[in-house]
């Protein structure tokens, strides 16, 4: 099956400004994708910023559903603020073949400029691909493929966005083919040796924490 189904939970992607320039997430799954062949799910439009466990939960749940559905691919659309942390966690849960892929943006979707559709095809693309069947989850961002177990959220330099990531740093527009061939072959899923082994576990047991939170029972 070659669908993709696109999940839209908001982030600057989907930010707007209204009339006194305040800019918020505005804009639904199917105005990101118009003119994409994708299915989408909305699951919420929110800054990930103020993402809670249970939001953390319903994506998750939406992930994993589409992928256990048959389809191809998932593309998640998401805040930068804590899209490594929706993202490990959703690869910590991830079990079936279908890539899931995480993309957002550094600049609102109505501002000049504006890199979420470019980020939103590349992601479709590589979500699409057949190279990225089993390889688990991946973030899809500024031209580059990465995998959602070292990406991490540096600092926004001048029209990107800095993602910390060593030797899984992959250009897309070397194609999804080529590029997930590489991933596969001989680089290995070990620790990347310029992140503290420490900070990766710390982020595994985050992920442990919002699996388990149902059954905290937390106020």
């Known amino acids: 099956m070659s669908r993709v189904t696109v999940i839209a939970t908001g982030g600057t992607i989907a930010t707007t400004a209204d009339a006194d320039g305040v800019r918020r997430p505005t804009q639904d799954g199917a105005q990101l994708t118009e003119g994409l062949d994708v299915d989408v799910v909305e699951v919420m439009c929110k800054d990930s910023s103020e993402l809670a466990p249970a939001d953390w939960d319903l994506i998750a749940a939406a992930v994993r559903a589409a992928a256990d559905g048959g389809v191809r691919g998932v593309v998640v659309t998401h805040g930068t603020d804590t899209l ?3 993202a490990m966690l959703c690869d910590v849960m991830h079990d079936a073949e279908a890539p899931i892929v995480f993309t957002g943006a550094i600049r609102a979707a109505s501002a000049p400029g504006a890199d979420g559709p470019a980020n ?15 390889m688990g989850v991946l973030v899809v961002f500024g031209g580059e493929i990465h995998h959602a177990r070292f990406a991490q959220h540096g600092r926004e330099v001048g029209d990107g966005l800095d993602i910390v ?17 590489r991933l ?33 029972h937390f106020d």
């Open 120 to 134: 939103l095809m590349d992601a479709v693309s590589v979500a699409r691909s057949e190279e990225a069947v089993g």
């Open 184 to 216: 596969h072959g001989g680089i290995g899923f070990g620790v990347d040796t310029r992140h503290d082994e420490a900070t990766v576990a710390d982020r595994w047991l985050f992920s442990l924490g919002l699996i388990l939170y149902p059954r905290l």
């Open 84 to 86: 490594e942390e929706t």
């Open 165 to 181: 990531l060593g030797d899984f740093r992959r250009a897309v527009a070397a194609g999804p083919a080529e590029t997930l061939r």
